[in-house]
């Protein structure tokens, strides 16, 4: 993690490219520390987070971490880097200066969670966003059911259950991010916001050519249909009964991964439109995910994705109709 100031701009650099910038608990308590020490300085008029490499922003929170936790201390160290990740999360939220973030090429999981809160969201023609969590057994989180419950129409939903990714045009139009600009250009801005002034900084930087078009805008008609389903076994049943195609390979994506969280992360995502402030989520988030260290989706989920990465996790238990509704509110009772 690279801590630098830039004239009037604090810059903070995920340096971890060959795990694309993944977060660790000491990079998060690093980068807050840092915000924490910026906010009170009158020298410091703006931040600017970018990630090294050429791979992405952020891949998210270290999963492979997480599963040696969930398997060695019973999670401790997993629900310490949450508590941690998630504090950080809404600092990022609620920064009283300009925190201006570059998304280019991967933002994933964690890294929704230091990007999309941020108050000026610059995504390149090259964006590739997720929120792959259901695929490993875990939920939605770092605020993120926050910001999806208030995307247009069933987006967010969609967006929940799929894990799919999007581009720069789908972000802007899904209130993940603000402005598509050409990706040459966000190495500029280090020295365009040396001065303090992000609007003007911003507003000179050019948009890419051609302009990514938003796939997500010709799919509302069924994705707005399906998904108003109250339970996950609604929605399927609907996409099943449309006529549009995509709606049948939505579907078959769907039922890939973890019933169990994909039952919890819709509930997570409901309870969250009716938040009145992100800091409601992000403790939500820390129930939900203190539990999904205890369930064996989990550690099964991270195994078939990235350990041994075979693809074919063997979730427990491995239907909907075995996922009851005593063990979805479980989830979302109380931590300290």
């Known amino acids: 993690m690279l801590v630098r100031r830039v004239g009037a701009a604090g810059h903070l650099v995920l340096n971890r490219p060959r795990a694309i910038n ?52 019973g999670g401790r160290w997993a629900r310490e880097f949450w508590r941690a990740e ?11 200066k300009p925190f201006v973030v570059a998304m280019d090429r991967i933002v994933m999981g964690g890294g929704v969670g230091v990007a999309c809160h941020a108050s000026h969201r610059l995504a390149s023609e090259r964006l590739v966003l997720a929120m792959p969590e259901v695929g490993i057994g875990l939920h939605p989180d770092c605020g993120a ?19 799919g990714r999007i581009g720069a045009a789908d972000a802007v139009l899904c209130g993940l991010a603000d402005r598509v600009v ?9 020295a365009l916001l040396a001065d303090g002034g992000v609007e003007r900084a911003i507003a000179g ?65 409901r309870r969250a439109g009716e938040m009145a402030t992100v800091e409601q989520c992000l403790s ?31 979730w427990s238990p491995p239907t909907l109709a075995e996922v009851t509704p005593a063990m979805v509110d479980a989830h979302f009772v109380p931590v300290e």
């Open 284 to 314: 939500q988030d820390l129930r939900v995910s203190s539990v999904c260290a205890t369930d064996p989706d989990l550690v099964e989920g991270i195994r078939a994705q990235v350990v041994d990465k075979d693809r074919e996790p063997h």
């Open 182 to 190: 050409a990706s040459e250009s966000l190495a500029e801005l280090p």
């Open 205 to 269: 930087l050019p948009a890419p050519d051609p302009m990514p078009v938003a796939e997500l805008e010709s799919a509302r008609s069924w994705i707005d249909d399906a998904y108003r389903g109250g339970s996950v076994e609604a929605i399927l049943g609907r996409l099943h009964e449309l006529e549009d195609p995509r709606a049948a390979e939505t579907a078959a994506t769907i039922e890939t991964k973890s019933p169990t969280a994909l039952k919890v992360s819709l509930e997570a995502l």
């Open 22 to 73: 993944a977060l660790t608990l000491e990079m998060v308590e690093i980068m807050d520390r840092a915000l924490a020490d910026w906010e009170a300085d009158p020298d410091v008029a703006c931040v600017l987070l970018t990630g090294a490499g050429e791979r992405g922003l952020c891949a998210g929170g270290d999963i492979v971490m997480t599963r040696e936790s969930v398997l060695g201390d």
């Open 86 to 96: 998630y504090r950080l999360d809404a600092r990022i939220a609620r920064y009283p």
């Open 145 to 163: 059911a926050y910001l999806l419950a208030r995307s247009p129409g069933e987006l967010g939903t969609h967006l929940v259950l799929t894990g």
